[in-house]
């Protein structure tokens, strides 16, 4: 895992070294495609170009939060183009697995239409999430200017935070990545954890469902 991060690291110093604004812009907005492609070595790649002067950090944040924005429109629009039906269709086809209950579709839709702003906003600051949030506001419908606005604000923060350390960190930029890489795997732990906390409680349910109805036929 150490090698092919050092390898991405080489490979965005020479992208930003030969391309400048139009490098960060292509690797952030890369980075939204292929979680694999860090904005914590990226960001601070570029904060340190900053504080060398081959970089200014307002090109560097124009150019990074122009590339989340395109990044995120990607993913917004394959979940528009999925859409409801074509889940709800997944949902019947599959409605045996223990995660697929089209009320949840329902409950989502609602918890969406109140709080999908907010979650827009605070994904962009979240490693993982930030790469997917997007999919689902594409898919609840969310209005585009919403959207756009939201993500630039969140991505806008995040970007912000990740240049200033790399210009302060200069020649030891990489050691973002390092910090941010513990909040990461806490991320990803959280995640796995809470899916598989819904599973086993849907399996349970449906268990207890199917015995009560097995007792009352018996009955």
Same mark, same amino acid.
Not at 91 to 100: D, T, Y
């Given at each position: 895992?150490?090698? /092919? ?8 110093? =020479?992208? #930003? &070294?030969?391309? %400048?604004? !139009? *490098?960060? !812009? !292509? ?10 492609? +860090?904005? &914590? ?25 122009? *590339?989340?924005?395109? $990044?995120?429109?990607?993913?917004? $629009?394959? %979940? ?7 889940? @709800?269709?997944?949902?019947? @086809?599959?409605?045996? /697995? ?28 979240? +490693? =993982?999430? @930030?790469? =997917? ?7 609840? @419908?969310?209005?585009? $200017?919403? !959207? ?11 970007? *912000? /935070?990740?240049?200033?350390? *790399?210009?302060?960190?200069? &020649?030891?930029?990489?050691? #973002? ?35 009560? =109805? ?6």
């Amino acid at each position: 895992m150490s090698d /092919l991060l050092h390898t991405l690291a080489d490979w965005a110093v =020479v992208i #930003v &070294e030969r391309l %400048g604004y !139009f *490098g960060v !812009f !292509f690797l952030v907005a890369l980075e939204n495609l292929i979680p694999p492609i +860090p904005s &914590e070595l990226i960001l601070p790649l570029a904060g340190f170009a900053v504080g060398q002067g081959s970089l200014t950090f307002v090109g560097v944040m124009v150019a990074a939060t122009l *590339g989340s924005v395109i $990044g995120a429109l990607v993913l917004y $629009g394959l %979940g528009y183009w999925f859409g409801e039906d074509r889940l @709800r269709r997944f949902i019947r @086809r599959f409605e045996w /697995l223990p995660f697929a209950d089209e009320a949840d579709v329902d409950k989502a839709q609602a918890w969406f239409a109140k709080y999908g702003g907010t979650a827009v906003l605070t994904g962009r600051l979240i +490693p =993982v999430v @930030r790469s =997917v949030v997007s999919i689902p506001a594409g898919y609840h @419908r969310m209005p585009l $200017g919403r !959207f756009i606005l939201y993500t630039m604000t969140g991505s806008a923060i995040w970007n *912000g /935070l990740l240049v200033t350390a *790399g210009y302060f960190l200069g &020649e030891n930029w990489q050691e #973002v990545r390092r910090y941010t890489q513990l909040f990461e795997i806490a991320t990803i732990l959280a995640i796995v954890a809470a899916i598989g906390w819904f599973i086993y409680r849907r399996w349970t349910t449906r268990t207890a469902n199917r015995r009560q =109805v097995a007792r009352a036929t018996d009955d």
